[in-house]
């Protein structure tokens, strides 16, 4: 059950039998109109293994659009992504273009303008060319994890979203729907919450001082926050204190994942706990 205005995993819940039903229900609509002032929820089947795939479209309003590459966002806790991908590690080719062209479909038939997100979920049980996938949504908006998508394509995704909402066409941007981008090596970006981690794996949000606050830095790594030492943090808002993201020439995955969690040791956070 999701809620139809929802967003950060509330309002949603997992049904794993009839009995639970009426009770899931009623959370999920009384979540949902606390979060979004709207009780609406509805249902869909669930993938028990699952890939969070994502392709990132760009559309001009006349019906040209061109899609730059996709996301994997299968690392999530509560429903809430924590490591985002460019390219998806992994992806058999075929799959991987039967997902564009899926998302691409909807976007021409809409001629979609200005960026805009579309989320699948790929079963993964036994991953293959051929594997079933489900649309989940469309996020018609600037995503939290689009600065992968600009390290491994070369695109200023804010800088083009600005341009088109001032009527640019994709010519006037640099984007060309018949010559596809293809990605330069990997990405990685992972999230730096203010929260407490247990033992369990369950998290509760933190807060307090910024007594130090040096962000890893060098060839390939880009830190996106609000962060510095002294800042005072807010439970007003999302316990995000910073995105760092790392990008790789390597077609070697492998070589992007040491990167990016040679830079996550090399921060140094002091006056909270983070994750």
């Known amino acids: ?102 998302a691409l479909e909807m976007a021409k038939a809409i001629k979609y303008v200005s960026l805009g997100t579309f989320e699948f979920l790929v079963d993964a049980e036994n991953l293959s060319d051929e594997s079933p996938f489900a649309f989940i949504e469309a996020n018609a908006r600037l995503q939290v994890e689009h600065t992968v998508t600009e390290e491994v394509m070369g695109v200023d995704l804010v800088q083009t979203q600005i341009l088109i909402a001032a009527g640019a066409a994709l010519a006037d941007v640099g984007l060309d729907s018949d010559k596809p981008l293809n990605p330069r090596g990997f990405a990685i970006q ?54 760092q993201i790392v990008h790789s020439h390597s077609a070697d995955f492998s070589v992007a994942l040491a990167k990016a969690y040679r830079a996550l040791c090399e921060f140094r956070i002091d006056g909270l706990q983070t994750n």
């Open 190 to 243: 992972t999230r730096i919450n203010m929260e407490v981690m247990k033992a369990d794996g369950t998290t509760k949000p933190t807060g307090g001082v910024l007594t130090t606050f040096e962000p890893s830095s060098g060839p390939g790594i880009r830190v996106d926050t609000f962060g510095y030492a002294g800042y005072q943090t807010s439970p007003s808002y999302d316990s995000l204190l910073a995105k």
């Open 1 to 102: 059950i999701k809620a139809i205005h929802g967003g950060g995993g509330r309002g949603m819940r997992i049904v794993a039998s009839l009995e639970e039903l009426d009770d899931d229900y009623e959370r999920c609509q009384s979540e949902a109109r606390l979060a979004f002032g709207n009780g609406d929820v509805y249902v869909e089947q669930r993938i028990t293994r699952a890939r969070h795939i994502e392709i990132q479209i760009v559309g001009d309003g006349s019906g040209d659009v061109i899609a730059l590459g996709e996301r994997e966002c299968s690392l999530q806790r509560r429903h809430q992504k924590l490591v985002e991908i460019a390219p998806a590690p992994f992806l058999p080719e075929a799959l991987r273009q039967r997902l564009t062209a899926s």
